[in-house]
């Protein structure tokens, strides 16, 4: 269930241009571009480079950012230790999920 989030979530920001002038503001425009709220973009945005290690939100921001890859088939692609790495980070994307659904 978790992997499912992580993967909904980073699906979200696919489809950034490399025009952004930061990984994280790339994965904001990305997220904004798709529909959603700005807090909820920056929510993730945050979620990810904050519990990811740097090489690895770098490598996410490139493929659900720049190259507009399907994050469910990216994600697929990851060594095991890449995998075990979201496990930092799923809390506090349900966290921005349940905000947003909440509307706080």
Known sequence: MRIFIVAAALSVLAG???LGPSDK????S????????EATCTCVA?????NLPPELFKKVAQAAGREK??????M???????????SAVTNDLE??????????
Do not use: H, R
């Open 30 to 37: 990305t997220c904004i571009e798709k529909g959603e709220a």
């Open 95 to 104: 966290v921005c999920g349940n905000a947003a659904a909440t509307g706080g």
């Open 25 to 28: 503001q790339a994965l904001v």
């Open 76 to 86: 697929s692609t990851l060594p095991v230790e890449d995998l075990l790495a979201f």
């Open 69 to 74: 890859q399907d994050m469910v088939e990216y």
């Open 46 to 50: 945050t979620a990810l480079e904050v």
């Open 16 to 18: 950034c241009s490399a």
